[in-house]
């Protein structure tokens, strides 16, 4: 079993309620020694799969649907409940507890069920990474953050039993051991734009539109699949044939360009060109209100000029 604590970088997103005096104030780095271990034989084991708030993201989705043999939908359905992004206005999903225990769906008195495909949340504890760009909307230039710009940390909880045992790694072979590299890599673009709209904070909200789609396109790729396939998507947006290729059979290639998608339609990001004939068609639409816009203001002048009687005696020929 391991576990479902927050790294720095989650904390934002995967919200278990963490005692922030947990953390214990020691800026680790990849070569910090740490003793701990986690297995069947510890007094509280699986005592951390409950109570607990589980944020699925993309990736997680992705591989507990394959691990379950299901579609995203029926994941969706069975395994978890609408939340908010923390501090976002961006909908997700967490891991439904159930009912009258609060424990996680996957948990037996034996561990895990799903342990090689566990949510990103569960490897994360105890080792918590802290990236000095986060407050900064981590998601700025889209460059990879060099690692000196990370730290990491312990959290350590009062039932953890597993900082008794007499096992020591660097924090690169406990986050190694834990598959979280891979996880990080996987879940970056896609933390980047929550934490992006974080940024943001209460001063605009996304439209209902926006929400939706951000939703689906987070949660239920055979959806966004289709989406991209079966609408009028590939008339506005340019995508070559390889890359057609590949997210036409390759979940992951599919999730990748699904975090670029948004980013462009979100934030305004570069690199999903728009086809050059649907640009002049919106620069057209958009002048064409701009001109209805001006015609009507200058019927309204003149309306209120009679109304009063006056004479209208402004030159206001439309171009
Ligand atoms: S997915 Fe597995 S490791 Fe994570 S909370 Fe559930 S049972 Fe525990
Ligand atoms: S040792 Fe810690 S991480 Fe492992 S089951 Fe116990 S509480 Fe969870």
Same mark, same amino acid.
């Given at each position: 079993m391991s576990e479902k604590e927050m790294s720095g970088k989650e904390k934002v997103l995967f919200s278990k309620a963490t005692n922030p005096s947990n953390i214990l104030p020691k800026k680790l780095t990849l070569e910090s020694k740490i003793k701990f271990r986690c297995h069947p034989g510890v007094r509280c084991f699986t005592a951390c799969c409950g109570g607990i708030k589980i944020i699925l993201t993309p990736y997680d989705i992705l591989t507990l649907k394959k691990r379950l043999d299901i579609p995203a939908h029926e994941l969706l359905q069975q395994y978890t409940t609408p939340v908010y992004l923390e501090g976002t206005d961006m909908p997700g999903v967490a891991l439904k507890l159930t009912e009258g225990d609060n424990r996680c769906p996957f948990v037996t008195p034996e561990g895990c069920t799903v342990y090689t495909d566990r949510p990103s949340a569960c490897r994360y504890y105890p080792v918590g990474m802290a990236d000095f760009h986060e407050g900064q909307g981590a998601m700025g230039g889209g460059a990879d953050h060099k690692d000196e710009e990370k730290f990491f940390f312990i959290v350590k909880e009062d039932h953890c039993k597993g900082f008794e045992e007499d096992k020591e790694w660097t924090v690169a072979e406990w986050r190694a051991d834990q598959g979280v590299d891979v996880r990080d890599e996987m879940n970056k673009e896609w933390l980047r734009l929550v934490m992006r709209r974080k940024s943001f904070g209460h001063q605009a909200s996304l439209s209902e539109q926006a929400k939706r789609m951000f939703f689906m396109t987070s949660t239920d790729l055979d959806h966004f699949r289709r989406f991209i396939f079966e609408s009028s998507f590939l008339d506005t947006y340019q995508i070559?044939? /390889?890359?057609? /290729?590949?997210?036409?059979?390759?979940?992951? /290639?599919?999730?990748?360009?699904?975090?670029?998608?948004? =980013? =462009?339609?979100?934030?305004?990001?570069?690199?999903?060109?728009?086809?050059?004939?649907?640009?002049?068609?919106?620069?057209? /639409?958009?002048?064409?209100?701009?001109?209805?816009?001006?015609?009507?203001s200058i019927e309204d002048y003149k309306k209120i000029k009679a109304d009063r009687g006056e004479k209208i005696d402004m030159d206001l020929d439309m171009k």
């Open positions: 070559d044939d /390889e890359t057609l /290729e590949k997210i036409k059979n390759d979940d992951v /290639e599919l999730m990748l360009f699904s975090f670029k998608y948004l =980013a =462009a339609s979100l934030f305004g990001a570069e690199g999903l060109p728009i086809r050059e004939d649907k640009i002049q068609e919106k620069v057209k /639409e958009i002048k064409k209100r701009q001109d209805d816009s001006v015609t009507q």
